[in-house]
């Protein structure tokens, strides 16, 4: 009885129920367009809330802290020319950056001072001195480059500007990469299990600039976690630089100080 009394209002009203099935499959297929819509929104956010949350634990690993004084035998090697000394590096966070290097019979023969707004450089030997606004590294590498990047990269930390929001996030291998461009910089890093940065690339392909910064043999010091071997590889157009860094002592905390006195007698480069 169902049955022919649907064929009987199907023959009676079949334009109207063309037309009525019409408006019902619209409504339906909005309702589904806005049901999927709803859905991939909603696992869009989730996707960027993990994220988030991802890149925020990771600026929590980083070490944290006031002062940091250590020792450390390098290798550098400016196109080709080597020399073995040893690095005395004593950092304030935010503020300055000490370096002293020493040579065979551990004489000093350089001294630099770093600060946010400038670059103070000595060399003993030739009894000069460089005095520059801190733009003077824009010579050597992309303007993206801060007082903020070396202290990180000195102590093994990820830079605070490649660690943001827009960064995209790529594990594997147990590893997570993080990549993106800030202008013309392209960066990468690559973060071990515990999210302590293993590797750091930069490059500015304009400019012809490159810097490769790979941590290494991890080790425990004042409760805090540091690269003993870090590794600095920089090429500028024609200029190549390589510090193989290894430090036999480090600690964070401690009382410092920052001397830097320029001889009378010293030359002013310009």
Known sequence: ??????????????????????ADT???????ATSTVAKTTSAATTIDNLKLEKLKTIR??????????????????????SHDVTMNVRIKKDHQI????????????????????????????????LKKPFSYVYTYTSRQINYKT???LLIGNAVPELINDGAALKPGNGNIEVSGNLQELVYKLILGPDLRVSQTN???????????????????????????????NSVSQQKKI????????????????????????????N
């Open 26 to 32: 619209t409504a339906v297929s909005t309702d589904t």
């Open 150 to 152: 070396l202290e990180s």
């Open 98 to 129: 000490w370096v002293s290097i020493t040579a065979v019979l551990g004489i000093e023969v350089a001294r630099a001072l770093i600060t946010p707004d400038s670059i103070k450089l000595m060399n003993k030997l030739e009894a000069t001195y």
């Open 60 to 81: 929590s690993k980083q070490v944290d802290f006031n002062t940091f004084s250590g020792k450390a035998q390098a290798k550098l090697d400016i196109n080709g020319d």
């Open 202 to 232: 930069m490059s500015n392909s304009l400019a012809g600039q490159s810097l490769q910064v790979d941590n290494s043999m991890f080790v425990q010091t004042s409760n805090r976690v540091l690269p003993s071997q870090i590794n600095i």
């Open 242 to 269: 390589q510090v193989n860094l290894h430090y036999n002592k480090a600690d964070f905390d401690l009382p410092v100080d920052f001397p830097y006195a320029v001889p009378g007698r010293f030359t002013m480069l």
């Open 1 to 22: 009885m169902l049955c022919c009394l649907l064929v009987l209002f199907s023959c009676k009203a079949k334009k109207k129920l063309v037309a009525e099935r019409k």
